[in-house]
Structure formats: structure tokens, C-alpha cells
């Protein structure tokens, strides 16, 4: 029997191991982290990081140890950890490129917005900002781009004019539903937008939705037609309720929204001051809250 074909097989089938073990750790480490188990996502972190090596996988969950660190109030640990994430990315940096990579663009960012974290939670929230406006001018990547202006827009953003308005929104309260073709959670976000809109679009707030294309529909590169296609598709079959809401493909106010996550809700008073940014999803009574004050109603 010819025994040749063994080896290549044996070879493919360590590099499909290796690579279920990769997308499998972040996963445990970020489930851990969930539950505040920050020990034993620390123990699956590591033990990854000993048999692999010192790989984008390795530093995207150390860097969500960071992030997690971070949440929980240990920001001693969190330091630890952004300063072990940022010299991996640095080395990783210098023979793989973050838009070929999905895990090094995330642990890059991740490092970058604990270690901003760091510093605004210690006062120094002037220095946090100089860090994020750096680093947006270093790097050209959307992931990175978007999650740094995030956080520069958690920072400063609230009170100040909005960096882009929708055509026609001038001069009115706007709500802003940033979401993606992609996202369940802006699925789920989307029934507490229909009640707002039903409740408060009598008394004068506009609902505004605009979306982006990240050239992939499911997980197949997608030309901007086939793309523009699904996102239709996605909003009738999804979001019937919003029937009637502008829903514009606009990277310009998604980046300049810093929309990492989605959905992100903008709230934007008639004078063009933003009210309410948040990167993530909100209750009806913490939204509605914000624009009875935005509206004076009692």
C-alpha cells in the first residue's frame, strides 16, 4: 500500500485542529470574562498562548483579558495586560498585516481602548483623548478607525455638534439607528426603535438609520450592488415596522459615529448638539428618558 498521501493529510488535519483551537479560545476567554471568572479566563488564555506561541489568536485573548480586567475594576491587572498585548501586537505587527488578520486588528484596537480606559478612569482623561487622536492617525483599517473614535466619542461627544447630519434633519431632533445587514443585536434593538418612533414621531423626532457596507454578504465577498441588494432585503424582511425610515448607506457617519458595534443610537437635538451617544443597545425607558428631556416633556 502506498503510503504517501498519509503525511498531507496528517498536515491538514493539524492545521484545521490548530485553527478550530484558535477561534474556539477567544470564545472561552470572552464566556469566561462574562461570568466574571477573570482566573480561569487568565488559565485558558494562557495555557493557549504556551502550546501556541505568541500568535494573533494568543494576543487577542490576552487583550480581551485586558478589556475584561478593565470592566471588573482591576485596572493594576488591566495594565498588565494591555502592556503584554501591545508588545505582542507590536511584534506580531512586523510580519503580518492587521487587514490580513482579524485577530491582531482586534487585539490592536483592544489595546488601544483599555489603555485610553486606563487613563481616563485615572484622571488623565485629556492624555486619553491625545493617545486616541494618535492612534486614528495611524492607522487607515475601519476596525481600528472605528473603534478608536468610539471611544473618542465616549470621551467628548455628548454636548458637542454632531460630526455629520442626515439630509433633511436640520433644524430637528433626530434619533440615529446605526446598524448592519449582520447584526442580530440590532434585530433586537429594533422593536424598542419602533416604539419610540411610534410615541414620539407625533411630537415632531425623526428616525434616521443609516447602515454601511463591509464588502461581504454572509461569508462571501460581496460587490456593492449584491451588497446594496442584501441590505434592502435585510431591512424589509427585519425592520417591516420602520417601514418609511431613511436607511442610507453612509460610511462617512458610521466612521465618524465610531460605529465598531452595532447598532450605536445617536441622539441629536434640533440645534445639532449631540444628547445621546451610545455604542451599544439601550432599554426603551433609558432612550425614551433622554428624549423627554431633549423634547421637555413632563
Known amino acids: 500500500m502506498n503510503s504517501k498521501p498519509i503525511l498531507p493529510i496528517l498536515c491538514i488535519l493539524a492545521a484545521f485542529l490548530s485553527s478550530a483551537l484558535s477561534a474556539q479560545v477567544v470564545s ?91 487613563l481616563a478612569a485615572e484622571g488623565n482623561t485629556a492624555k486619553a483623548i491625545t493617545l486616541l487622536q494618535s492612534e486614528l492617525n495611524r492607522w487607515k483599517l475601519w476596525d481600528i478607525q472605528a473603534r478608536i473614535q468610539k471611544d473618542l466619542n465616549l470621551l467628548r461627544l455628548t454636548g458637542k455638534p454632531a460630526p455629520v447630519l442626515e439630509p433633511g434633519t436640520a433644524g430637528k431632533p433626530v434619533l440615529l439607528f ?20 411610534q410615541k414620539y414621531a407625533p411630537k415632531g423626532l425623526l428616525v434616521v438609520a443609516p447602515t454601511r457596507r463591509r464588502g461581504t454578504v454572509g461569508d462571501k465577498t460581496a460587490a456593492p450592488s449584491e451588497e446594496d ?11 417591516s415596522r420602520l417601514a418609511g425610515v431613511p436607511h442610507p448607506v453612509d460610511q462617512a457617519a458610521m466612521l465618524a459615529y465610531g460605529v465598531s458595534s452595532t447598532p450605536t443610537l445617536v441622539l441629536i437635538d434640533p440645534q445639532g448638539i449631540v444628547r445621546l451617544y451610545s455604542p451599544y443597545r439601550l432599554s426603551e425607558s433609558a432612550l425614551a428618558s433622554k428624549i423627554d428631556d431633549l423634547l421637555h416633556l413632563p
Open 178 to 197: 446605526l446598524w448592519g445587514h449582520w447584526c442580530s443585536d440590532c434585530t433586537g434593538e429594533a422593536p424598542v426603535i419602533v416604539r419610540i418612533r
Open 28 to 118: 472561552e476567554v470572552r464566556g469566561k470574562l462574562a461570568s466574571g471568572d477573570l482566573a480561569s479566563a487568565d488559565a485558558i488564555a494562557d495555557e493557549f498562548c504556551r502550546t501556541s506561541g505568541p500568535t494573533a489568536d494568543c494576543a487577542n485573548a490576552v487583550a480581551w483579558l485586558a478589556r475584561g480586567a478593565f470592566m471588573m475594576g482591576n485596572h493594576m491587572q488591566a495594565r498588565l495586560y494591555v502592556d503584554r498585548a501591545r508588545q505582542m501586537t507590536s511584534d506580531l505587527a512586523k510580519k503580518l498585516r492587521p487587514e490580513d488578520d482579524y485577530d491582531l486588528a482586534m487585539a490592536i484596537g483592544a489595546v488601544i481602548e483599555v489603555d485610553a480606559n486606563l
Open 229 to 239: 441588494a442584501e441590505i434592502e432585503r435585510v431591512w424589509k424582511a427585519s425592520y
